[in-house]
């Protein structure tokens, strides 16, 4: 298994970014997939996951309405489209999957919200 991040950068507040996991390694649409982030000096913390076949969404009650996950299987690709962004979105965010009882992350994409 291996999960690839990409799409990070530098933002000013209210702008937007789009990350993309690309998936190998295992059936994608079998299997839900998440997106995490750790900000300096804090824990990791969930920010979206995603279901397998149906696409059904969950987000942390800070990121609700300005982010979206999504999924294309076709492509083995997950998506985290983020809106009006905050200085505190600042993070390294991380693709994560769990496939027959392991846990996946990949190595991680720079987010930075600052003017």
């Known amino acids: 298994v291996q999960l690839v991040e990409s799409g990070g950068g530098l933002v000013q507040p209210g702008g937007s970014l789009r990350l993309s996991c690309a998936a190998s390694?295992?059936?994608?649409?079998?299997?839900?997939m998440s997106w995490y982030r750790q900000a300096p000096g804090k824990e990791r913390e969930l920010v979206g996951v995603?279901?397998?076949?149906?696409?059904?969404?969950n987000y942390a009650d800070s990121v609700k309405g300005r982010f979206t996950v999504s999924r294309r299987n076709a492509m083995n690709t997950m998506y985290l489209q983020m809106n009006s962004l905050r200085p505190e979105d600042t993070a390294v965010y991380y693709c994560h999957t769990e496939v027959l009882g392991r846990v996946y992350w990949g190595q991680g994409t720079q987010v930075t919200v600052s003017s």
């Open positions: 390694g295992f059936t994608f649409s079998r299997y839900p």
């Open positions: 995603i279901s397998g076949a149906d696409s059904n969404t």
